[in-house]
């Protein structure tokens, strides 16, 4: 018998409509790429998306259709979150920090019609351009006074201020299928090129519902939000759709995302709760002990992307009175797949070990299932020892990559996400190792196969090994094994000046170490895990 409730699908566009007739008023303040402070409200942001959504359709953007942006947190780029999607085409936010090849690979890939890009990002616009075919219009994220002079773009320059000028605000959001797509995120943490990751309305909805939970990332009306992650790195960890469902004012950083700048922000706007990756945070707590700064209104601040040493957990909840929350998460799970939140009995446990509680990724959330299998798929017992690759599945998680048609990532149902770990018979998750070959800095991937591949070129490299050494700033960082031939007089500044101009800047390892030979396994692979231990330290006993 078929239930009778009502059937409204899970639409992004319902997050907006409900954050307008809800928390109209509530205030979502951006510091803005041009430097000064803009402030509006819920109802502004409701009715400029509607405009957006007509200038898209006065665009000829159809349904379906991706639109690129490259811009920071703000409220313009929280704008076309929701007129882009909720008109039923697929906003597709593109990582600056790649290197122009990439993101030429990428818009070309996701057939980008047109990007949207704030005015700090020109000159990559100006280098993309040339490169792609598919879009046919770049709109600079500005007003006319700020409209910058460009020369040798072939395409077509528009004026964001523009577009939302000139269109009126009446636009019914149409009532779209929950299962079609609302968003694009191309994530380089795979072997390979960079893959798309395409999330429905649905898998969107329920997201939001599940992160904003007590034990999740623990959201309300009541909280002053300020998402650091940023909105081109999965959704900004689905906050700016968060904010929506709970009417919680929002607070945007723009570029500014030193330690100063971001003390100053969460002082100023009072904010209760955010979320980033350690080496963020790492700036935010040395500015606050340079200054002798607290942190008068922050309850607590989502950590993630990379493992939260418990220096920095204690330094926040003993020196600032701010809860830690250490999240585990992927692009392929939209992205939120475990909290570190206590359960009743942890509380009352001495502080070193609630330390060590907090040191693990934490617990699933309700909509993601997780198991640690053996290298034969058999699973693992939660016995908080024996590590396994760790799988999960779930209403938010990917079942096959953007324009890969042939062939899913699934192994038998479940998405294996290339992380190893152990689970404890409370359920809490602790990554110990990563199977998948890339190497994350500063909360972003860098390709060890595409740094080994351009070491290749130089004639004097018989054998290539890039991988991930411990880094104290940047947690991870590209480190160089390389075996030379045999009467070469190749040093290590030589072979980098080499790969210098090939890659992005900071995808450059910082050292070379030359080894007489590397090991390998029995099919010839290079036994990286090996390696790892011997070398992966470098960078800390530097
Ligand atoms: P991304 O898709 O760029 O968000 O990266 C996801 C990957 O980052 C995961 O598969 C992990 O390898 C890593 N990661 C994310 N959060 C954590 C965490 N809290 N601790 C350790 N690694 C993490």
Known sequence: MEGLMMQQPLLVASLLMHAERHHGTQEIVSRRVEGDIHRYRYRDLAQRARRMANALAGLGIGKGERVGTLAWNGYRHMELYFAVSGSGSVLHTLNPRLHVDQLAYIIEHAQDRVVFFDLTFLPLIESVAPRVKSPKVFVAMTDRAHMPQVHGLSVELMCYEDLIDLHDDVFDWPLLDENSASSLCYTSGTTGNPKGVLYSHRSTVLHTYGAALPDSLNCSARDVILPVVPMFHVNAWGLPYIACMVGAKLVFPGPALDGRSLYELIEAEQVTLSAGVPTVWQGLLTHADATGGTFSSMRHTVIGGAPCPTAMTAAFQQRHRVDVLHAWGMTELSPVGTVCSFKTAQLSLPM???????????????????KIVDANGAELPWDGNVAGDLLVRGHWVTRQYFGNDDTSPLRDGWFPTGDVAKIDPDGFMQITDRSKDVIKSGGE?????DIENIAYLHPDVTAAV????????????????????????????ELLDF???????????????????VPLGATGKVLKHQLREQFGNHYLSA
Do not use: N
């Open 352 to 370: 070193t070990d609630q330390y060590a509680v907090q040191a693990k990724q934490g617990r699933a959330l309700f909509g993601v299932d997780m």
């Open 445 to 449: 991937w860098i390709s060890s196969t």
């Open 466 to 493: 890039c991988i991930a050494a411990r880094h104290p700033k940047w947690d991870e960082r590209p480190l160089l094994l390389i075996v030379k031939k045999p009467d070469s007089e190749l040093t290590g500044v």
């Open 499 to 517: 790969i210098d101009g090939r890659i992005a800047k900071w995808w450059k390892p910082d050292a070379v170490i030359f080894v007489e030979s």
